[in-house]
């Protein structure tokens, strides 16, 4: 008598967990571009509400929405005109961003950007080439405009369609130098991108996979899907939004005011820090104190390297010598950085590696003639802000090669911004392409000195 209820139990819970396979199916395999992990978002707890109901509502209740998302990078007059129209545009000396809260198709073999209104708005076509640089048209010559058609407008019919946002951006520029693929498209995309929680899809125009691939860890951390290649695609894809142009903070800087979530240069290591596995998070935690020297085979070259080694040894230091090749792996280079003291460089890209340093750690930027400002700006600044100790070695004229081609009272030594005045092409030929480094021993065992003194080493 005890079998038929327990057969029917059996019978219901059968059929329970037929529908919960298909209620989860339904939800996570319809569509495309929700990651698996995400379930945890969506699904409801057994009181039918939000299992995230005692998170900060602020933070968390609307960054579901994809309008709460963008609205959050539009600033000033331009949230204005977002919240009316749902689109906005800004410009400024270094960068285009327009940011769309509508449906958005993307003709990727035509780099058409279609953003259609419900309104009887006349269409309105602008050009934007997605790089923030550009003020510099060097820079720009590399980067393929997108246009962007918005308003009354019949856009083409979608081979596509995704849930997440699109964010389109160029590989091109000045990519193939370090500091500038930071400065210009890492940092970037770290400033516009990780308040969306990995809740986008980006579109590389002037896309090259070399490039992608040395990335990629940084960008699957903040996008788990594939990145779209325009050229190789070509189909047009359909999106909920889009932010065309990454947000731009100067010379690899940023504003933790300016960016949603309030994030800082800490939280941009960490996310390099997450991308890499790295360990080390403090120079304390360095047993040895490791010194790595950039070395430069073509300009800015150190002429007595081997001394200046043989110097840094004699004063307790162990010393890498890395040269350029030893960094095409980034993954690798970055580990090996981030388990030094410090590093010790003439100024150049290669000094784009103190961000893999760990705290406290020091920093010795060589500073060749004509090169104040840059050295500076580039790096010196930016260390101070990654919590790293930054230490400049000026050279003397007497220090540069260039003493052998120009008499020290020829302008190149006591008139430099004379030589600034005839353009770039002249000072570049001069002071950066054109001048090594014959280092004073004397002078730098100062700095040694006084790196040791911060890293809190015992006196040679």
Known sequence: MQKEPRRLLNSLTLAGCLLLITLIYATFFASKDIPFESWRNQITDWRGSSIRENVDKDILGEVDSQEFLLRRLVRGDDRTIFESERFSCHSDFHTDVCIADRQVRIDTKALKIYIPSSSNQSQAERLIKPYPLKEDANAMKTVTAVQILEGNITPPVCDFTHNVTAVIFSSGGFVGNMYHEFDEII????????????????????????????????????????????????????????????????????????????????????????????????????????????????????????????????????????LPDMMSNLGEFSRVVNSCSGIVAAHGAGLTNELFLPAGAVVVQVVPLGLEWASTTYYGMPASEMGLKYLEYKIEPEESSLINTYARDDPVFTDIPSIVAKGYSSFRAIYVDGQDLNINLTRFRESLVEASQILGLSAP
């Open 187 to 322: 940092l970037p995309l770290f400033l516009t991108c990780l308040h969306f929680q990995s809740r986008l899809k980006f579109i590389i125009t002037d896309y090259q996979s070399w490039w992608v691939r040395k990335y990629n860890q940084i960008l699957d951390k903040l996008s788990p899907y594939e990145a779209i290649d325009p050229a190789a695609d070509g189909r047009v894809h359909c999106f909920p939004g889009a932010v065309i142009g990454l947000m731009y903070h100067g010379q690899l800087a940023l504003n933790a005011t300016e960016i949603p979530g309030g994030y800082s240069m800490f939280d941009f290591r960490k996310l390099l820090k997450e991308s890499y596995n790295l360990k080390i998070n403090s120079v304390s935690e360095v047993k040895k104190p490791v010194l790595v020297l950039l070395s430069r085979p073509k300009t800015r070259r150190f002429l007595n390297e081997n001394k200046m080694v043989r110097l840094m040894e004699e004063m307790g230091f162990q010393v890498v010598v890395v």
